[in-house]
């Protein structure tokens, strides 16, 4: 009896609930990606040797290729680390592209990403990019469950919105590519970092946010890591901000000092970025600078816009598809209906969602404020098609979906005027939040399939 006690005293902690979301969304990476664990592949190599010389000239059994860009591109650079880490070497330069073509500094190579090399060492270049895929969509869920604990959000709610990020259909559509997934991995811990910076002022979560934030970098696309920094950093003010706006005794000049005092302490997160992404961060530059890749007009941009009837794509999930890549809003029905009721509640992360889903949105069908971003921005009108932004949007939702479900998991019976025995409470709580979670798995698990054949 004793032990028994003292496990399911285990089980109410945070190391407890934590550990049960890991098992939980470990058995839903196993269910998404079960044909990996039977031997198959998520790579299109074998599809598209059928569509090109020498290989086409006996064509074999094998569907179309789904992801040309991910053989075309990404399975190379993959294989040119397999090859050079495993004589010691390091790929500078890649010999078969043009004349010859400076890989390292490529935007999108990832040779330096800690998890990407490593797997390179230990295994073909197939499994490291199958492991890369699996592992970050688990490790995307279970950080986006920290982050919603952090805010104090109920044990239902945070995991539902941890599955619900970790099968996004922006996820599902880039994974393939393998650079989402590293920012869909690391981005909520960033946002968990930077909160317990500023809260807490803590020298240590500054230092990790350094860390996290480097290897969503190095790991990263550039322009996704723009969008992702900018977002990361948007948070950091808005928290700073909130002390401008308390309505206390304290005088606005004292209130500043306040603020400026606190956001000192970010400076220790630049400093570790900059100094662990300098040695990448430069021979990127320079081969952007060399490039000198002619930016796109405005009226050209817009011709790549989000469509109105798109946004309806967040509710429904099939339909008309043109651009799989950039039409990715479905987070599941249950996601878009409680990210309605999370965006009316009172928190301060609920009002930087909301804004920040307004403002992407603003930005992705081509409003005005499309236009301003275009001419103050440093890069924005190389982010063409404007979908490329849907990610923060489905990041935002999620957030607004576990608020809405933490309101109904907490407040609906009372507001129903139904009173519930502690043990009644518990047993809603487990039905609703497996329900809701389990239709969400179904539906992405559907759909995966569906953007894959479309």
Known sequence: ?????????FLRTSLGRFSIAFVIMAGVTYYIFSPVFKGYTLSD?????NELYPWAYQPADQPETTHADQTDAFYPMQVLLHDA???GDFP???PYTFAGHPLFANGQSMFLYPPRAILSLVTTPT??????????MLLGGLTMFLFLSDVRLSFGASLFGGISWMLNSF???????EHFVVIEAWMPLAFFLIRRTLNHRSCLAGTWLGIVMALIFLGGHLLLIEFTFTAIACYGGYLLSRELRQRNSITFGAKLRRVVNRGIILAIPVVVLTGLIAVQLIPNWMLVQAIDRTMPTYAELLDFKVQAASLMRFFVPFGPLTDPYHEAMFLGTPTAILALVGFWRKHSLVVYSRATGIIVLLLATGTPLTWIAYTLALGFGHNKPLGRLLFLFDFVAVLLAAFGLDWVLRRAPARARITLRRTWRFGWRVVITASLTGIVIIQMNTMAAWLDRH
């Open 92 to 94: 500078l330069w890649d």
């Open 45 to 49: 190599v074998a599809s598209r040797r």
């Open 1 to 9: 009896m004793s032990q028994l006690t003292a496990r399911l005293s």
């Open 85 to 87: 880490l495993k004589t």
């Open 127 to 136: 499994k490291a990019h199958d492991l890369l895929l699996l592992s970050h």
């Open 171 to 177: 996820m599902l559509a880039w994974m393939p590519l």
